[in-house]
């Protein structure tokens, strides 16, 4: 069995990931298809995690490949995430990863309705609710979740959310919808009316965002589109475990396993005794990159790929992700994770090691940090997703 170290894997993460200076990319689809997805969460993450692997690369790069090619479309998928697909990978994860959560969103949603006392029969109101939402969005172009009450009334009320909880509450209606409407692949989040930094969707019929109803491709059968976004996480991400694997997919082992099954996927020893998986193509061994540094955002892909993490992490997963499970900002050195970085109330971007990396990451790191903040411009990028780390220095 071939034996693939820890060294190699963050060899891995420099060349296939796109962030040494020698394997960047030429654009936004080609970065998006050397991570497979991004996190689109938050939307800063989105252009962010493109300009650390497209050298040159502007906001409007972005925007044109997100508003106006359309050859990024964000999608919830995987774990309830929001990700950035390239077009052409959508049918597999509507198929598969998004049809498990329209699935779960569904069937939570008309418990919900049930529990708020609803005169018609739960599951009818929200089949209503959803043909009511897409007659209104193919009639005016698209629409803010805030617009559809007027254009939907069928979705302009509130429903109770865990009742006889503590936390319970009310919520509305229409945004609920749009999650089920959005995870099934029936309406799309189109263009941003915010800033590059903030989420302002117009929701869109999803034949409409793509060329016409038909423009738009039939989902994969469950099988084949896990099968299909297997092969693109091991191409990405391998090798990995099991374990990471169906923390990625969001899916049960039973579907991890068969998916790597279809892809022929090959056993491979890691150290500390673990199993990972890879393509059959795809054994080589990878030469080790010239030295790098880069800076990652919040919910990175390269930094969210995996859920055994130490390779890259050491210990420093407490610090630098938080209770969550979700990672903040990230600095890099030779394939690991070295720290955080942040803005100053001015703008400025600093890196906050955890120790002291050596004199050569420090200055690598300051040059990176630099360039970070004449893109940025002055920009300041928040985030709801600040590490233990980030709290700590920003205090």
């Known amino acids: 069995m071939r034996h693939v170290p820890d060294s190699e894997r963050r060899h891995r993460i420099a060349v296939r990931h796109a962030i040494a200076p020698a394997h960047r990319v030429a654009d936004a689809v080609a970065a998006t298809r050397a991570m497979t997805v991004l996190h689109a969460t938050e939307p800063a993450t989105v252009y ?8 040159g690369l502007r906001l409007a790069d972005v925007d044109r490949a997100l508003y106006d090619d359309r050859t990024l479309v964000k999608q919830l998928a995987m774990r309830r995430t929001l990700f950035v697909f390239p077009v052409d990978l959508l049918p597999a994860a509507w198929g598969s990863a998004s049809a498990r959560v329209a699935e779960q969103e569904w069937r939570r949603t008309v418990k919900d309705l049930a529990a708020s006392g609803a005169a018609e029969d739960a599951e009818a ?3 209503g ?3 009511a939402v897409l007659d209104a969005l193919t009639r005016t172009g698209g629409l803010s ?4 009450a007027r254009e939907a009334p069928e979705v302009a009320g509130r429903i109770a959310v865990g009742v006889g909880t503590t936390w319970g509450g009310e919520i509305p209606l229409a945004p609920r919808v749009l999650t089920c409407l959005g995870a099934a692949g029936r309406v799309v989040r189109g263009g941003n009316a915010g800033a590059w930094r903030s989420s302002r969707p117009t929701w869109t019929a999803t034949a409409d965002w793509l060329g016409g109803p038909g423009a738009v491709p039939e989902p994969c059968p469950p099988r084949e589109g896990y099968a299909e976004l297997v092969r693109r996480w091991l191409g990405t991400f391998g090798p990995g475990t099991l374990r990471d694997l169906q923390w990625w997919l969001g899916s049960t082992v039973s579907a991890a396993r068969q998916a790597l099954a279809d892809n022929a996927a090959v056993e491979v020893s890691l150290d500390r005794s673990e199993t990972g998986w890879l393509l059959p193509d795809d054994l080589d061994r990878v030469p080790e990159p010239e030295p790098w540094a880069a800076l990652l955002p919040v919910l990175d892909p390269t930094v969210m790929g995996w859920k055994q993490r130490g390779f890259y992490l050491g210990d420093l997963e407490p610090q630098l992700f938080d209770r969550n499970g979700n990672a903040g900002t990230t600095a890099w050195w030779g394939g690991r994770a070295v720290g955080c970085w942040l803005q100053e109330p001015d703008g400025r971007v600093v890196v906050v090691p955890v120790g002291d990396p050596g004199r050569e990451a420090r200055a690598a ?3 990176e940090a630099d360039r970070l903040g004449e893109w940025l411009a002055g920009e300041r990028v928040g985030t709801v997703y600040p590490s233990a780390l980030m709290k700590q220095r920003a205090r």
Do not use: I, K, T
Not at 48 to 55: D, G, H, K, M, Y
């Open 48 to 55: 962010l995690s493109l300009r650390a692997r497209v050298s």
């Open 125 to 127: 109101r929200l089949r």
């Open 129 to 131: 609710g959803c043909d």
């Open 145 to 148: 979740a805030g617009d559809l």
């Open 365 to 367: 790191l300051e040059v």
